[in-house]
Nanobody, 123 residues
């Protein structure tokens, strides 16, 4: 069982930056592929970024590539999402996700979800 708690959301102006954190419980964090998803009002939840459990390989949605960076600190059981050059269309609830495998590919592969943190980007 893994529990995920996100933090770091808030209100920021377009062009600004935020860093999201996800604190994970348990002693097997390093075995999980981790990721971030987001859900804007009236839209489906979508993939943002993921990092492998082995090797640290990363993958990004086209909409955030070059602006967002995902990273993990296995010693402290924490996942991060550094978000730069934020746009109003990045406004959403951001969810931390964990999958008990090396690679997190799709939303249906996720084993555990956090409750989310709201990011609002003003024009």
């Amino acid at each position: 069982q893994v529990q995920l708690v996100e933090s770091g959301g808030g209100l920021v102006q377009a062009g600004g930056s935020l860093r999201l954190s996800c604190a994970a419980s348990g002693r097997t964090f390093s075995r999980y592929a981790m990721g971030w998803f987001r859900q804007a009002p009236g839209k489906e939840r979508e993939f943002v970024a993921a990092v492998n459990s082995i090797g640290g390989g990363t993958r990004y949605a086209d909409a955030v590539k070059g602006r967002f960076t995902i990273s993990r600190d296995n010693a402290n059981n924490t996942l991060y999402l550094q978000m730069n050059s934020l746009k109003p269309e990045d406004t959403a609830v951001y969810y931390c996700a964990a999958q008990n495998s090396n690679i997190l590919r799709t939303i249906t592969d996720v084993n555990y979800w956090g409750k989310g943190t709201l990011v609002t980007v003003s024009p």
